[in-house]
């Protein structure tokens, strides 16, 4: 339970890293239950022990948030209930270059039923990569499936939570210190609607950036 009132929702980050978008999250949103699901053995220790030391530190924040080592791509829909969540974020994920292996990339066809059923109607998916193939790729999927709509551009500039995707990660440091670009898709889940063709998208982005 979250301490101190009634919870608002529940949000996860899929491969959270270093744990910094849940930590900028945890306080923006005290109400939230948030958290994140990470392969990676050491960097989920890593999250473990820096909200523990923040619990420490700051007497009733950050109870919140926690992390648990998993492969969210293959588990999601045995850690949550349908329709439990209220966001999902996926903040730079790995671009899998290869053609062979685009099927691996978190946000693709094959794995947008598990979100879209994990995610409430109303919620919202966040995505946010420097890789300009990836973006379109993740855009383009998003906009085939026929439970994800495009949030408008005033919904997004009013977001509190959007500077966040490329301010609160170590991923995104790294690309503002080089000066690079960040291209970002948010998208809501709605009951229903006519989807887009996502097969033709995908090969056009994917003939477009192999030239």
């Known amino acids: ?46 999250v473990k022990e820096r909200v523990l030391a923040l619990r420490a530190s700051n007497p009733g924040q950050y109870e919140n948030v926690s992390v648990v ?6 588990y999601i829909p045995n850690y949550f209930e349908k329709g439990q969540l209220t966001e999902m974020f996926f903040l730079f994920p790995d671009p899998h270059f290869k053609e062979k292996n685009h099927r691996r990339r978190v946000i ?24 300009e193939e990836l973006g379109e790729w993740m855009k383009a999927c998003l906009d085939g499936h026929p439970l994800f709509e495009a949030v408008s551009e005033d919904e997004i500039l009013a977001d509190p939570v959007v ?10 440091y790294k690309v503002a210190r080089n000066d690079g670009q960040t291209f970002r ?27």
């Open 1 to 46: 339970p979250v301490a101190g009132g009634k919870q608002e929702g529940e949000t996860d980050d899929i491969d959270s890293g270093f744990g910094g978008l849940l930590i900028s999250l945890s306080t923006l949103f005290p109400k939230k239950l948030m958290i994140g699901m990470e392969l990676r053995d050491k960097l989920t220790e890593y």
């Open 69 to 74: 080592r998993t492969n969210s791509m293959k």
């Open 108 to 131: 693709s066809p094959h794995f947008l039923d598990d979100y879209a059923y994990v995610l409430r109607v109303g919620g919202i998916i966040y995505t946010i990569t420097d890789v």
């Open 163 to 172: 500077k966040l995707l490329s301010t609160a990660t170590e991923e995104g």
């Open 185 to 211: 898709a948010v998208f809501r889940r709605v009951a229903s609607r006519a989807p887009l063709r996502c097969s033709w998208r995908l090969n056009l982005v994917q003939a477009f950036y192999s030239i």
